[in-house]
């Protein structure tokens, strides 16, 4: 079995912050690299991280909406993401409210960026105010 490490640690970088008020749609956050070097050359790599959520009432008067909310992944920041493969997504939210999560970065491929995706059934042109942040932490220095 393998260790599991969920804490964020000491070294805690807020990296994705993405207010949005949006129609139904899939929105991404920019890429945000997962390993770093500092001036002295020294490297790190963020281990893991915190994911939260907070929507607001929708507006349109929508009969349902879901906000769901993913990690992905990706090589060169650009291309071919996936999903992050360690519990870093959040069930929907389908009620004004928050969630939160926690997760590890041992699948990252190098990069991260936030997967949300909203849906509405009903209404007239309904937007949902969403804000979501990632916390990432728990460096380990090479």
């Given at each position: 079995?393998?260790?599991?490490r969920t804490?964020?640690g000491?070294l805690?970088?807020?990296?994705?912050p993405?207010?949005?008020?949006n129609?139904?749609?899939?929105?991404?956050?920019?890429?945000?690299?997962?390993e770093?070097s500092?001036?002295e050359?020294q490297?790190f790599r963020?281990?893991s991280?915190?994911?939260?959520v907070l929507?607001g009432?929708?507006?349109g008067?929508?009969?349902?909406?879901a906000v769901?909310?993913?990690l992905?992944?990706?090589?060169?920041g650009l291309t071919?993401?996936?999903?992050?493969p360690?519990n870093?997504?959040i069930?929907p939210?389908?009620?004004?409210?928050q969630?939160n999560?926690?997760?590890?970065?041992?699948?990252s491929?190098?990069?991260?960026r936030?997967?949300?995706?909203l849906?509405f059934?009903?209404g007239t042109?309904?937007?949902i105010p969403?804000t979501i942040?990632?916390?990432?932490g728990?460096?380990?220095q090479?």
């Amino acid at each position: 079995m393998l260790p599991s490490r969920t804490d964020i640690g000491a070294l805690i970088s807020l990296q994705i912050p993405c207010p949005t008020t949006n129609a139904a749609a899939e929105i991404y956050s920019a890429a945000v690299a997962t390993e770093s070097s500092w001036a002295e050359g020294q490297a790190f790599r963020y281990l893991s991280g915190s994911l939260a959520v907070l929507c607001g009432a929708p507006s349109g008067a929508p009969s349902s909406f879901a906000v769901a909310v993913q990690l992905q992944t990706s090589a060169d920041g650009l291309t071919n993401w996936q999903s992050l493969p360690t519990n870093a997504a959040i069930a929907p939210l389908t009620a004004p409210g928050q969630a939160n999560a926690t997760f590890q970065l041992g699948g990252s491929l190098g990069f991260i960026r936030v997967a949300a995706t909203l849906t509405f059934v009903g209404g007239t042109s309904p937007t949902i105010p969403v804000t979501i942040a990632v916390a990432l932490g728990g460096d380990e220095q090479r």
